[in-house]
């Protein structure tokens, strides 16, 4: 036979195709507690094998490949726990990711599912996606990527913000789980805080910020902020994360009603992941921007100079840039209303 011999390289396509298994691996790993198991002890392959009754053959595929990602360690024969592991995929751990991670490979799951039909344009899942965010779930599970995602930084720049001391009311846009504003209500003890968000999350967010201990401070408003104006309430401070990408390229007239629900001097903060600058690899910015597209958002990403334009355009001033995680290339930018 007279078969060509191949002159390009093909594997770094072949690996990936290869490595692709690696996240529901280690999901599985979450799921099925191994991390929890070898957090009280160090264990054999034996012993992990006859406890959760795993075929050894699998089980030491698994942990292999577990290890190769540096999540567990093999000392001896004995499994452990990494560090990464022990703070993020321990159930116990107050950094668990556990949701989070099932959260971002449920949206996967989905775009893989349908990709053919979502890349014809013959199927949105704008508005699935909009109702997800006010399952029990994906509610935790967004606060889980909250707190492994910056919040500590990003709640230290808008306490920093001039006189913070002095606020009295903040709003939280697209609030979701309230742990935003659970955490800059904590630094002021007279601010109250309004969770806005869609109709269907509110009550949840209530009733998690009430379980949290936060009942007398926080409230939620429902609001579309696409179709409706916000509330006028001359908020001290808006606060916004990971929510103005769902604005399909039209940023200004949303950027128009922020302005008109805060007061003169008010302060919005914006939370978002940007490309430039970002530390992340093209590859990851790709993929992510395919799962946001997909899942019917415009983009994941949205640039400070961009923002900043609108801003400006809206009558803001006083910038200011801050990493609320450098690693993830996500950016707090603040802004006053003149
Ligand atoms: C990715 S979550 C972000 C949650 C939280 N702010 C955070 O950063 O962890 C997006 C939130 O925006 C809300 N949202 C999306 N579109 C919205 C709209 N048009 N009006 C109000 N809220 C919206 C969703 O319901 C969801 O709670």
């Known amino acids: 036979m007279n078969y060509p011999k191949p002159e390009q ?6 690996n990936m195709i290869i490595r692709s298994v690696s996240a529901q691996v280690i999901m599985e790993a979450v799921n099925s507690k191994i991390f929890d198991t070898l957090e009280l002890k160090p264990a054999t392959l034996r012993d ?4 959760f ?5 699998k089980l030491r595929a698994v942990l292999d490949l577990l290890e190769s990602w540096e999540l567990v360690k093999n000392e001896d024969g004995y499994y452990s726990n990494t560090y990464v592991a022990t703070e993020y995929l321990v159930s116990s751990s107050p950094l668990y990711q556990g949701l989070g991670m099932g959260l971002t490979m449920g949206f996967c799951a989905e775009v893989v599912r349908d ?4 890349l014809r344009g013959r199927k949105s899942k704008r508005d699935e996606s909009d109702n997800n965010w006010a399952a029990a779930d994906v509610m935790e599970g967004t606060a889980q990527e909250a707190l492994g995602g910056g919040l500590h930084n990003a709640v230290s720049a808008v306490a920093a913000l001039p006189g913070f001391d002095e606020f009295k009311l903040m709003g939280d846009l ?20 309004i969770i806005l968000d869609l109709p269907a999350v509110v009550p949840l967010s209530e009733e998690r910020c009430r379980e949290n201990g936060y009942a007398d401070r926080v409230r939620g408003i429902a609001v579309n902020m696409l179709k409706e104006d916000l509330p006028e309430l001359d908020f001290d401070l808006l606060f916004a994360s990971h929510i103005l990408y769902s604005c399909r390229g039209e940023l200004k007239p949303v950027v128009e009603k922020i302005a008109k629900s805060i007061k003169p001097g008010g302060w919005f903060c914006a939370n978002h992941y940007t490309k430039s600058q970002s530390p992340l690899s093209d590859q990851t910015i790709a993929s992510f921007e395919v799962i946001t597209t997909f899942a019917g958002y415009f983009s994941h990403f949205i640039d400070p100079d961009v923002l900043e334009n609108v801003l400006t355009e809206c009558g ?3 910038f200011s840039r801050t990493w609320s995680d450098a690693n993830k ?3 707090l930018v603040s802004a006053q209303k003149l």
Request: glycine content about 14%.
């Open 53 to 57: 009754e795993f075929d050894e053959l």
């Open 316 to 318: 803001f001033g006083n």
């Open 48 to 51: 992990l094998a006859d406890h």
């Open 9 to 14: 390289d093909f594997t770094p396509v072949h």
């Open 115 to 118: 990709m053919s039909e979502l």
């Open 329 to 331: 290339g996500i950016m």
């Open 174 to 193: 697209g609030g979701n789980h309230g742990n935003y504003t659970m955490s800059i209500l904590d630094r002021n003890s007279q601010l109250q805080g």
